[in-house]
């Protein structure tokens, strides 16, 4: 399993022109499943992404994390984390899960980021055509899978 973090100003998804979720100052957190994933990797991700320092403090220091901050989280499922680019220009999909896999480790993830938090977690929704808008704080953006945690 896979997360891109991206520590935000602000972010929201869109579908068919309708707002479905929206936050301020947190992370917009892009989560993509591997076939071979279970809640193991869900549970690891989620403490990582809550407990993960940076965000800044009173002396402008990455010294803070999400839990710290009181910040908001908006969750997008994105199999494409797992493209395939070594051969030729068109990426494969293979080791991304099938949505029957995928869809309720995605749903579990956002339920546990929501126990963790102990605030509700925006959205997007599994397999839509969605916009995400961003304005990435700083820039910071990092990217943490599940599989190079030991």
């Known amino acids: 399993m896979r997360v ?8 929201s998804v869109t579908i068919d022109g309708e707002v479905i979720s929206s936050i301020g ?15 193991t990797d869900a549970d690891w ?16 220091k990455m010294n803070l994390s999400l839990a710290d901050t009181d910040g908001d989280v908006i969750v997008v499922s994105q199999f494409t984390l797992h493209a395939l680019t070594k051969k030729g220009n068109r ?4 080791r991304a899960a099938k949505p029957e896999v995928s869809e309720p480790l995605y749903e579990s993830f956002c339920a546990k980021m ?9 959205r997007g929704r599994f397999g839509a ?17 599940s599989k190079a945690r030991e």
């Open 45 to 60: 991700l989620v403490g990582k992404a809550c407990r993960m320092r940076i965000f800044s403090d009173a002396e402008n």
């Open 114 to 122: 929501e126990a963790e938090l102990g605030k509700p977690v925006g």
């Open 4 to 11: 891109v973090l991206q520590r935000v100003s602000e972010a």
């Open 129 to 145: 055509d969605m916009k995400v808008a961003l304005i990435n704080d700083g820039p910071v953006t990092i990217s943490i899978d």
């Open 91 to 94: 990426p494969s999909f293979l």
């Open 25 to 39: 100052p947190g992370l917009l957190i892009l989560l993509g499943v591997e076939d071979g994933d279970d809640a």
